[in-house]
């Protein structure tokens, strides 16, 4: 598949159904004294914008949005119910969305992007650092969007031909391997700003992408052992955001 780069996405079945435990690692969180905020410094407020992974909604970071907001965030939705549009348009309307809360806050935002919503924040911090302050991206192969599971390619595949068909709010065929993938992958390239932190989050153990995508020179890195789904409900994921977003 054209965009891989040389990386590949999880071959075997049985990575897709070890996905399955995504709801065991969120029975562990709220277990968890992170839960609770035990250990957890207080986010005085500070903004974050939460984007959700490839064909999921708001409703996906619910969880770690209402966890956030107990610890003292000023959270904010992406507005997206399917992450499905082409990358340039959704840009354009998390741009406006980030401009609003950092205009309400008077702060730079932190931005928390699953998956492909981790690629669109890379790609919102190099636009925009004058209005983002850091990016936590989970499981996000920003080196090669299209290193994925055999599975999830079909799917990509599948929403290009419906987008090709006309059917609103879906990325077409460009989107995939012409001139708009090809501007994507460009702008994903670039020079990360100075001035803007980068988290990394990635598993091995990744039923969806090839972990080796997600390690961007540009960012720091933090291994967990989790499903890619799970990495918005994991215990440790949770306490690497408390150390991380917390305002110094």
Known sequence: ???????????????????????????????????????????GGRPVLLIPGFLAGDGSLAVL??????????????????????AQ??????????EALTERTGQKAAVV???RGGSLA???ATRRPDLVGRIVALGSPN????AVSPVVAGHIALVAAFGRA?????????CVRGDCAERMTEELARPF?????????????????DWRACLDPAAEHVEVRSSHVGMSVHPHVYRMLGERLAPH
């Open 113 to 115: 992007g699953q998956s």
């Open 89 to 98: 348009e959704a840009l354009t309307r998390l741009e406006g969305r980030l």
């Open 193 to 209: 700003p100075p001035g803007v932190a980068y988290t990394m989050v990635y598993s091995r153990t990744d039923g969806v992408v």
């Open 65 to 86: 949005a209402r966890w956030l907001r107990a610890r003292g965030y000023w959270t904010s939705r992406s507005d997206i119910r399917v992450n499905a549009d082409c």
């Open 143 to 146: 080196l090669a969007p299209l």
């Open 122 to 124: 890379r790609l919102l």
């Open 1 to 43: 598949m054209e965009g891989t780069n040389g990386f590949h996405g999880p071959r075997s079945p049985l990575s897709m159904m070890g996905e399955g435990r995504a709801w065991w690692e969120a029975g562990r969180l709220l277990g968890d004294p992170v839960w609770r905020g035990e250990g957890v410094p207080h986010g």
């Open 166 to 174: 006309g059917v609103p709010g879906l990325f077409g065929e460009d």
